[in-house]
Every structure is written in C-alpha cells, then in structure tokens.
C-alpha cells in the first residue's frame, strides 16, 4: 500500500471529523459517494441524505482518531481502519473508500464502540 494513499485517506477521514466540514452540507457531499451508507455506533443507519442532514445540526464535539491503517482491497478500494475517542466513549472506525474521477470518496463507514 502506497505511503501516500494512507496519509490521503487519513487526512479526508480526518477532514470528515472536523466540526466545520461535518456542519456543511456541501463539504460532506463533496467527501461523500452517491451510494454512500454508514451504520453508527449506536446501530442505527444513514444514506447519504441522512447523514448529511443529521451532521448539519449535530453540536460541536472533538473526535479524536488515531492508529489510521489503510488496507487495499482493490486499486480503487482502500478499507481505513481507527481508533477514535468522543469525551469518554472509544469507537473502532472502518470506513471504505473508492478512488473516482473526483478523486476519493467514501462509500461506507461503520463505528462499533469498545467496550
């Protein structure tokens, strides 16, 4: 796996924490693909329009990722694994990625909390 497709995916997945980027419709659609569907770490899951509209009124929180490992399934598919931290509560992150014209974007994201 190339260096720089983990540090690229690591720093989109870094911008999709960020409490400006989460709370733009537009800055999310533009990381986000047209198939897009997340199961969050409380069981529940999102298309693309779900997500976008419940991160644009979510309060500001700092999430805290770490230990970013990127996994090619494909040239055009990359699983990105993490650990991220939100106050007290560790979530395990997965997220996939497929390289388009646009350049990256991510087709699923799951987070299941460590207990």
Do not use: C
């Amino acid at each position: 796996m190339e260096r720089q497709i983990t540090a690229t995916l690591t720093e989109l997945e870094k911008r999709l924490h960020d409490p400006q980027v989460r709370r733009s419709p537009q800055d999310v659609g533009e990381l986000l693909a047209d198939s897009f569907v997340e199961i969050g770490s409380s069981g529940r899951i999102y298309d693309r329009e779900e997500i976008i509209a419940e991160l644009e009124t979510e309060a500001k929180i700092d999430i805290r990722a770490s230990n970013f490992r990127a996994t090619e399934i494909s040239p055009a598919v990359v699983l990105l694994t993490y650990r991220s931290r939100i106050a007290d509560r560790e979530t395990l992150g997965e997220s996939i990625w497929l390289r388009t014209d646009d350049g990256w974007k991510v087709v699923f994201h799951r987070g299941t909390p460590v207990s």
